[in-house]
């Protein structure tokens, strides 16, 4: 049966990994992103040359309101999502004497609250049928911590706690809720990494190397594939690096 997935940050990376692998499934898809109009477009026909359906949402998530847009969107075009995949999320490396207020405000906006808000409108749409699935991708520095990137790895933590607290709110009406805390992996994310720095990150991972959006999107499906039971979870993907 096909279903209805939501993907945020689907223009790139891990989320466009997700969206093809969806898609792949013959899926709907309804992919959202905003800095990136045309790679948005792309992965939508890509999406229908794999075999799925996919629309395309234009939305900045930090800002008030572009959740509840995004959910209408998917419904004028495919109706209730059956899964949310959270995964839009930027990064901030910097001494964390040398951030400001205004830059807080908008990594917590973009990683943690559009992620709030974005579950809060899928949820609302999932509890009458009693049954849905939401995803977020946080990271291992949520669980770690990670030195030069408090604030980021302060807001995956959050992400973390909102999918345990989630899945105890949300296991009676058959919505199961998880995190997927990846290790490294080789995106444009991780593009401001010179060669020397990439070289030692690789070195430190047990694995030898980065983790590939594909592979990051393969977890995703299975976590998203498996019993409802599997709820709650913050499952590390790192190569053994953490
Ligand atoms: P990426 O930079 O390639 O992609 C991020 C996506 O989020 C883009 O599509 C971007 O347009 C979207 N986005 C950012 N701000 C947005 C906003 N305000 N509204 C709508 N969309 C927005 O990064 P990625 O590596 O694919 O990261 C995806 C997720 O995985 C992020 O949440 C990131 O924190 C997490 N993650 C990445 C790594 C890694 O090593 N790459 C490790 C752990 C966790």
Redesign the pocket.
């Known amino acids: 049966m096909k279903r209805i997935v939501i993907i ?10 997700c969206a093809l692998y969806f898609g792949r499934r013959k899926d709907c898809v309804a992919a ?5 109009p045309e ?2 477009s792309e992965v939508c026909e890509a999406v229908r040359e794999a075999g799925g359906e996919a629309c395309a949402i234009l ?5 008030p309101g ?1 959740a509840e847009r995004v959910l209408r969107a998917c419904e004028e075009r495919f109706g209730a999502p059956d899964i949310l995949v959270s ?5 901030a490396v910097r001494l964390f004497q040398d951030g400001t207020d205004e830059a807080t405000e908008a990594l917590m ?3 943690l609250t ?1 992620a709030i808000r974005m579950a809060r409108a899928a949820v609302k749409r999932m509890l009458p049928r009693h049954e849905g699935r939401i995803l977020f ?5 949520g669980i770690t911590g990670a030195s030069m990137e408090a604030e ?1 790895a302060a807001s ?1 933590g959050a992400l973390n706690a909102l999918a345990k607290s989630l899945a105890k709110e949300l296991a009676p009406s058959g919505i199961a809720v998880n995190a997927l ?10 593009a401001c990494l010179s060669e020397e720095d990439r070289a030692l990150l690789e070195e430190e991972i047990p694995f030898g190397r ?2 590939t ?1 594909e592979e ?1 999107a393969e977890m995703a499906g299975l976590i998203l594939d498996a019993p409802l039971y599997l709820t709650g979870a913050v499952i590390p993907f790192d190569g053994a690096w953490t």
């Open positions: 945020t940050g689907a223009s790139r990376g891990i989320g466009r990994a959202v992103g905003f800095r990136h790679a948005l939305e900045d998530l930090a800002q572009a995964n839009a999320g930027v990064s906006e973009t990683n559009s991708v946080s990271s291992v520095f980021y995956k805390a990846p290790g490294a992996i080789d995106t444009d994310m991780n980065m983790g959006p990051a």
